[in-house]
Every structure is written in C-alpha cells, then in structure tokens.
C-alpha cells in the first residue's frame, strides 16, 4: 500500500535534512511548542528522545546510537507529514475531491505521529541492511489504552504494521501490507518500553515476508507476535508517478497486478 | 484481554444513563466545547452523529436505529474514559506505579475516542443478539492517515480489533484478543464511510471465533477481512475483582489459564 510511500518520502527526505541546519541525531530537539508553523510541523523528527521518554527507552536509544557509529545499523528519521508539493500529483491522482474537503487535505497527519508528545506513540526505529532487521522502540502513551492501563491491541497492531511495513520497504521499495497476523500473548503496560523485533525472512517475486515480535526491554517476556506479514510490492502506483524516486527498488521479477490489487474505482 | 472489561463498563454505564438526564440516541450532541468539566468529558456518548459525519454515514445510522425500533437490533454507547470509582480497585491491583506517573493515570483514554470530533475514528456499533452479529460504522478522519489520502494499516485493524472482541463480549463477557488474522485487499479512502461486519462463527470452551470484514457502504467493494479473529474469555481477572458485573457471562466450561494467559510479575 502507499503507506510506505509516505513513510519513504518522510524518510529520505529526512535523509537530505532539512533547510536550515540539521540535528544530530542524539541530540534533544527543541521543546515542543504549541504554536509553530507548519513549515517546522513538517520537518520536525520526532524520531529523537524528547521528555515524555522513560529511562528504558532512552537507554535502549543510546545503546542502538551507539550500533550505528560503524555504520553496520542506521536511526530512521520520522516525520508527520510529507510537504505538500511533493505529494500534490499523488492525491490529484488517487484523492475523491467529493469525500475530502480542501480543509481536510490540508490537515492530513501520519497516524502515529497525531498525537502530542508522550500522549500516544513514541518510537524511533533502526535498521541493518545486512541483517534485513528493523528494530522498533516503542512506548505507548495514556492515549493509547484498551484495557485499563494497557495498550490497545489496535495500538499494537498499528506498531507491528509500522515496522513490518519499514522492514520490507527498506529491502524492497514500495510495498503494501498484504496479511498481518499477530498472536496478542500478554497485554503491555502503558508508558512502559518495549522492542519491536522484525525480520526479512523471504522474499518470493513481488512478495515479502517478515516475522516480527514485540518483547519487553530485558527480553524475558514475549508480549505479541506477528508470524509471516505478507508485504507487497505495489508497481501500479509507482508508474506514472514522476514525484517518486526509490533509489533501491528491488524486485526479482515483474508481475502484473492482480485485479483486486487496483484501488477500486 | 481486559480492553473489553473497560469497554463492557463503558457500555453498561451507558445503558444505565447519565446523571442530569438522557439524550434520545438519535438526537444532535451538545456541540463539542474546548473547554468543559472532566464530568462531561467522561459521560458524553460518542456514538451519535456529530457535525463531522458524513451523508453516507448519517444514512447507514438511521437505517440502523430503525432497526432498533423492534428491538431486534441495539445500538451501543461508547465513552473516552471509565469514571474514576469504577477502576480505582482494578488499577490499583494491576498498574506499575514505577511506570505511571499519578498524572498520566489520570490522562488514559480509551485509544479510540481520542481525537477531536472528526480527525480521527467516528463511529457506532449495532448489535443484533439473535444474530451474534455486530455492526460498526465507521469513518476514518485525516489523523489516521498511512499512504497519502489513505487510512492508515494500523487504524483499521484498530477497527476490526474493537469490533470483533465487542462481538465477543456481548455474546460472552470479559474477553481478550489472542489472535488476529487480517488481510487487506484495497486502501480505504480518508474521510470515507465502511461498514465492519462481524459475526461470530463458533464458540469451543473458552474460545470465541470471531469473522469480520470492511465494505463500502453499497457493498461493492471490500476493503479488509479478518478470518477466525480468535477472542478468548479470561477469568483470572474476573475473579477477585469487586468492581466488575458482567450480567450475561456465559461460559460452556471452566478451564484453568494457561502459563501465559496471566500478566507477567
């Protein structure tokens, strides 16, 4: 699906930096201001620590910075939105003008990324090309409850997709979830952190399958697990599409889209 | 898992009414107010129209509550948060205080009632006892938002979740997500309207077998489907708790939990 367009272009555009000087990537970014333009909206990375972090997950952060100073693992910069000139031919193309509103269009955010600081999903993610790994840090916020002071499984589900998703798109381009199937083992304690395991297992033709489990900081319990996410490459929508450039698109073989695999007119 | 206990007590809350009186379920909401008592924040139903509601939506939940006039169908509140009385024991006995500070367990949310009318998941479930089925409107707004103009993988298998366990729960009490299994055919339009139908299929022990899938409202088009979403009921929290009245529990046996079915220490 194009989720992993956006979330690629949110990403190398993170890459190339942003006008006006860069952070690095372990230092804390400025507070969080209620008024701001949208301009710094758009290009904030909230993939660094900020103060809602507990200790777990700030120290895991250092641990997975210190893996990428030889290069071997590599911080994923994260984005709310994509600026709107990159993304105006897209939704020219694929948007309904009759269900959403020039005003909607306009406030459009990435899911995980809707919420204020510490109230819903803080998490930062890093990559090994070589291991075809992605590693999530998550800690869900008070707004992401289901049972009383647990995260919502829908939460979870939503974090598993993220990084399957990220996962496949890193080894093959454009891609869209196909299959998730995730086994809910113990239910995760809000405002705790956890790791978000995922793994290239196989790669058939435009397929990518992934496994992906979320465990607790000290690895000793297993919280979910996603077993086989299909993931797919989604040629359609990349041809004809002049605004994207993925510098890595893999693919062994090229298949027609399948009938149910064309949005629906 | 305990998101249904929480969602059961908003329900059963619901039913018993409001202090101060009653909207008709049909009837306009007050308008939403930025600033307002926490009292009001905590009883307000959710799944009424609202400004944000689109036609086709509006359309699909009057049909709907004509559908309850012979009683044959109901339509379930749904609440942001549980009063504090009702799950001061439960948290108590379950939460970290290590974890949480006393300011974010006041700050929980039930995931999906916290955006602001129309940004992120509207929608009502109608259930049909008879039937074993419960129906979900739902419309995705621009904070749910994956591939560009598109809802957001994580979002919607937030929807399945919630609709499958409610089926669950209304056929047999305290539940918990083990598994879910979905698989998406075609992105879902931001702003659109969907029906999630889900219908339980079978009952083993202690075991709730649960389908469900998401159409377009003329039902020409599917979206996602969820096969087998297996929904298990959970008695070790049920025992011991004070709080917590389930008036229809029904289990075909008692079976003792498995290792992994109770929360780690």
Same mark, same amino acid.
């Given at each position: 699906m194009l989720r992993s367009c956006a979330a690629r272009l949110r990403t190398l555009g993170a890459l190339r930096g942003p006008p006006g000087g860069r952070r690095l990537p372990g230092s804390e970014p400025r507070p969080a201001l209620r008024s701001f333009s949208s301009e710094e909206v758009i290009l904030r990375d909230y993939s660094v620590p900020n103060p809602s972090w507990n200790k777990d997950l700030r120290l895991l952060f250092d641990q997975f910075m210190k893996k990428c100073e030889d290069g071997s693992w590599k911080r994923l910069p994260s984005y709310k939105r994509i600026p709107a000139e990159k993304i105006q031919n897209f939704k020219t193309h694929l948007l309904d003008p009759k269900l959403m509103k020039e005003e909607q269009m306009s406030q459009t955010q990435l899911f995980t990324r +809707? @919420? !204020? !600081?510490?109230?819903g999903f803080e998490y930062v993610m890093f990559y090994s090309d070589v291991e075809k790994r992605m590693v999530c840090l998550f800690q869900g916020g008070?707004?992401?409850?289901?049972?009383?002071g647990f995260v919502h499984g829908g939460a979870i589900a939503t974090m598993i997709d993220t990084t399957v998703g990220m996962c496949a798109l890193m080894a093959g381009g454009v891609v869209m979830t196909a299959n998730l199937n995730i086994n809910y083992k113990r239910p995760i304690p809000l405002c705790s952190a956890v790791t978000i395991n995922s793994q290239l297992d196989k790669v058939e033709g435009r397929k990518f399958f992934v496994s992906c489990n979320v465990q607790s900081v000290d690895e000793k319990t297993l919280y979910s697990e996603a077993t086989n996410a299909e993931v797919e490459a989604n040629l359609g929508f990349v041809s004809? +599409? +002049?605004?994207l450039q993925i510098?890595? @698109? *893999?693919? *062994?073989d090229s298949l027609p889209l399948r009938d149910d695999q064309h949005r629906s007119a």
């Open positions: +809707s @919420f !204020d !600081d510490g109230l008070p707004y992401l409850e289901g049972p009383p004809g +599409s +002049s605004w510098p890595n @698109f *893999q693919h *062994q």
